[in-house]
């Protein structure tokens, strides 16, 4: 009830619907401009607006890449794609791709219920502040989502000193992240387990 009052309210006095999707804002040149819509797709619908949800799935252009392959494997085109980004970034290749598994199963056009996207999920504000400035659905491409992905890992690697448990929780939570929770401690043990399988 509180929620709908408040919404009345400032439609009201304001002439401006203001949705909880909307409390991250970002300053333009005429009026604040939602983050989530200035640094994604527009919504579409009201719904959408309001919940932050996707009501339909988007249609996206990638890059064909043959993805099937042995469950929880990537195939040999995506793996040397994987290898090359991880070289570039002066990461460990087995790692990056623990990484890709985990986040995506190695599916390039996964998307994230907080807006993640692709093999990474790296958010489109997350690769905008390491100096992307391709629109989200640009990150669907594989070459491009693994630059951008990789520089925000090849990050948490360098503050966590190379250290598995360190990257993984910097890559997850954030790179100001210094303690394990519950699920940092699930990912690194995921991650780890692959990489010892590789």
């Known amino acids: 009830m509180t929620l709908i009052k408040t919404f009345a309210a400032t439609l009201l006095f304001t002439g401006t619907i203001v949705a909880p999707a909307m409390a991250d804002t970002v300053q333009s040149g005429k009026a604040e401009v939602p983050a989530a819509v200035a640094d994604a797709e527009k ?20 890059e064909t890449l043959d993805t099937s392959a042995a469950k929880g494997a990537p195939n040999a085109t995506l793996r040397s794609r994987i290898a090359a980004h991880a070289k570039a970034a002066g990461l460990p290749a087995e790692l ?6 985990h ?32 629109s989200a659905a640009g990150l669907y491409d594989v070459e491009t989502n693994l630059k951008w992905g990789m520089a925000y890992l090849a990050g948490a690697y360098k503050l966590a000193g190379g250290d598995t448990c360190g990257t993984i929780l910097r890559y997850n939570a954030g790179h100001g992240a210094t303690r394990m929770n519950r699920i940092s401690r699930a990912y690194c043990s995921e991650v780890s387990t692959y990489v010892a399988s590789l």
């Open 96 to 101: 990056a791709e623990a990484v890709v598994r």
């Open 103 to 134: 986040e995506s199963r190695f599916n390039p056009k996964a998307r994230g219920r907080h807006g993640e996207i692709g093999l990474m999920q790296i958010k489109p504000q997350t690769a905008r502040g390491l100096g992307y400035s391709g």
């Open 43 to 62: 919504p579409d619908s009201l719904f959408e607006l309001w919940f932050g949800a996707k009501t339909k799935t988007a249609t996206v252009a990638t």
